[in-house]
């Protein structure tokens, strides 16, 4: 029994407690956090829509069935369709290769994904223009081959592909770095494949990332505009994607249609929010399941 007891020096440490702030201050807090997103989020986000609506439905409605309206959505969905399948494969390719590979140049490839988050996005479109304008290193040799870049869709979708491969690389790089390569060592021990390491266990493990990092990459590249906008030349119904049709139907004073068409942008932010919050739902019931 004597051994069993506690001697004075023998006494259990008390955990320590994370420090809780005066129920005032905590209301403080959330108030001032509340009231930044009223202003700042909120407040915008119904100013867009009662604008839109401000004289009546049908002409909401009728903005989106105008000739030059229609051809920048189709335009903005073509943006889209060509450069988020391309980025994902790249931010695949370069998450799997930093994550689970060491070699010469490794710390210059990740600052060189990080690029276009540090670029002005007009910056990133001057580049495009000096590279395949009409007087750009590439110009004189597009010209005799009746070739057209700038001004033209294939620049539109270089520019949206620049400003956008980010996002999916970004989304897999810490949690694929995180997962370590135990379990893609083991399979290749037990004689499985390079490929069927990468999509029976690397990829599997990271689909939550990568939907995340396509969610946000659409987004993006249906919202672009300063990139897009040096690029397109602004030539209306054909280079105008959505956001460039806002800006001029702005400038022209049309607010109804300009408010309208702002407010399909909103739509597909307030969709890629809700995207973004189910996949991150979805991931987190995954941990715990595992």
Not at 14 to 24: G, H, K, M, N, Q
Not at 140 to 154: C, E, G, M, R, T
Not at 244 to 265: D, G, P, Q, T
């Amino acid at each position: 029994m004597a051994n069993s007891a506690l001697s004075p020096k023998q006494t259990f440490t008390p955990i320590a407690r994370p420090t809780t702030e005066p129920l005032v201050v905590r209301w403080l807090l959330i108030g001032v956090a509340l009231l930044f997103c009223g202003l700042f989020l909120i407040l915008p986000l119904v100013a867009v829509f009662a604008q839109a609506l401000e004289k009546g439905v049908g002409l909401y409605f009728a903005t989106f069935i105008d000739g030059d309206a229609l051809k920048a959505v189709q335009l903005t969905l073509l943006t889209a369709a060509l450069s988020v399948p391309l980025n994902l494969v790249f931010g695949v390719a370069a998450a799997w290769t930093v994550s689970k590979f060491d070699f010469v140049g490794k710390n210059l490839l990740i600052a060189l994904i990080d690029l276009p988050f540090s670029v002005s996005p007009v910056i990133s479109g001057l580049i495009f223009v000096l590279i395949f304008g009409a007087q750009g290193l590439f110009g004189p040799w597009l010209s005799n081959h009746d070739f057209k870049i700038i001004f033209a869709v294939p620049g539109i979708v270089l520019a949206t592909i620049f400003v956008t491969f980010p996002f999916v690389a970004r989304e897999m790089l810490p949690l694929m770095q995180e997962q370590g390569t135990e379990q893609e060592e083991t399979a290749l021990v037990l004689g499985a494949s390079g490929w069927q390491t990468f999509w029976r266990i690397t990829l599997p493990r990271a689909k939550w990332a990568l939907l995340y990092g396509v969610i946000l990459c659409n987004a993006r590249a249906m919202g672009e505009f300063g990139a897009v906008s040096v690029v397109s030349g602004h030539i209306r119904g054909l280079t105008n994607t959505v956001p460039l049709h806002v800006e001029i139907l702005y400038n022209e004073y049309n607010f109804v249609a300009a408010f309208a068409m702002a407010s399909l942008l909103t739509l597909l932010a307030l969709v890629s929010l809700v995207a973004k919050s189910l996949v991150g739902w979805q991931a987190e019931q995954q941990k715990k399941v595992e």
